[in-house]
């Protein structure tokens, strides 16, 4: 197991990375849990990874209640949040109680956000089972809901006490999961680390055949990488926007295909690369450099090309995107691989150019 820190002064957690983490659960949890827990799921994950969660927990004295939820982007709604909160307060749950959350990105968000809300604030711990999760949504304190008009538009920070990422639960996971997850990865290393990008064009292979060795190495990089950038901007005021690269045309595919049609990092690996195009005609991105990045995508069997979507419609879905400011469409862009920068003001005509006929 290696363990990376995200510093946040008093807030600061550990992020633990390794293998039969689920099983070590109860040893290391048991100093932030005070008796109770309450495991949010869905009934996949819950059928793979619940038991030895469960049985950890219980062998150091900690009581576990279950709040299973639909699986799916879709179900990230409104209506999934209050079925959660509902159950907690049937459950009686008070203060000391740690919410856990198991399973993907949908869950962690949901579970997360119920956690920030309920009762003012519930202790929090993230167990992600998908590698989206595991690099991504599970680090970094983001928690929330989709709304008709956006993805993510409500929600809060609400960072959790500790994050347990076992790469077994890869095993269990459909290969477009996976993919899917490698997408964010790539991200990583596109707008702060030239080297890890280097080392995913070599290793593109072995992730995609679920190597465990070379998985968890990405894993603990990108893990890495957000958790400087984290430390250094909790609350998305500068830095940390630089982790939406592909994001806001991402969303809006997301948004305009219906959410769960495009998985997240589906659509992201479309969005990086009108991203890319964008980046070659305003920061100067080099062509061979949006080339590999296009390769790279394409080496882990993801999407190149992105739906059509008229542009009225991009416009559309990318105003309501949360990097905008007084109207206006912040872009994240490379000035070259391992470099991201935030651009403002970048006219319609130049980022529609960017969009493959």
């Known amino acids: 197991m290696r363990t990376l820190e995200v510093v946040l002064g008093d807030r600061s957690y550990p992020v633990h990375v390794g293998s039969g983490l689920l099983n070590r659960a109860g040893d290391l949890l048991a100093n932030m849990i005070d008796r109770r827990a309450v495991v949010v799921t869905n009934a996949i994950v819950a059928a793979h990874h619940l038991a030895p969660v469960r049985n950890s927990l219980a062998s150091r004295g900690v009581g576990v209640d279950v709040v299973v939820v639909p699986d799916g982007e879709t179900h ?21 109680t740690t919410l856990i959350a198991l399973g993907g990105g949908v869950v962690g968000d949901l579970a997360g ?31 929330g809901i989709n709304h008709p008009l956006g993805k993510n538009m409500v929600g809060a920070f609400w960072q959790p006490r500790a994050v347990l990422i076992d790469v077994g639960c890869l095993q269990t996971l459909p290969q477009r999961e996976l993919k899917a997850g490698l997408a964010e990865v790539i991200k ?15 290793n593109s292979a072995r992730l995609l055949g679920g190597d465990s060795v070379a998985l968890e190495h990405a894993i603990h ?28 045309f991402g969303h809006a595919i997301e948004n ?24 070659e005609r305003v920061c ?7 080339d590999r990045i296009e390769r790279l995508i394409a080496d882990c069997d993801l999407p190149t090309a992105p739906p059509k979507i008229g542009g009225e419609r991009w416009l559309e879905l990318m105003s309501h ?3 905008a400011i007084d109207g206006a469409i912040r872009f994240v862009l490379l000035e070259r691989v391992g470099h991201a920068v935030l651009k403002n003001g970048i006219a319609r005509e130049q980022w529609e150019a960017a969009l493959p006929r």
């Open 321 to 323: 995107d949360k990097k």
């Open 284 to 290: 100067g991105l080099p062509p061979n450099e949006r």
């Open 221 to 248: 990089e990108s893990c890495r990488i957000k958790a400087e950038i984290v430390s250094a901007d909790e609350r998305e005021s500068g830095e940390r926007a630089l982790l939406n690269f592909g994001h806001t």
């Open 76 to 96: 990230k709604s409104w209506a999934t949040l209050e079925d959660i909160i509902t159950r907690l307060l049937e459950l009686h749950v008070d203060r000391a």
């Open 256 to 279: 305009a295909q219906g959410y769960g049609a495009w998985l997240h990092g589906e659509a992201i690996a479309a969005g990086m690369l009108i991203a890319s195009r964008l980046s």
């Open 188 to 202: 990583y290393g596109a707008i702060r680390d030239a080297a890890f990008f280097g080392w995913l064009e070599q």
């Open 113 to 143: 956000f119920a956690a920030a809300i309920c009762l003012r604030g519930l202790p929090f711990v993230q167990i992600p089972t998908t590698l989206l999760a595991q690099v991504d949504s599970s680090v970094g304190g983001k928690t």
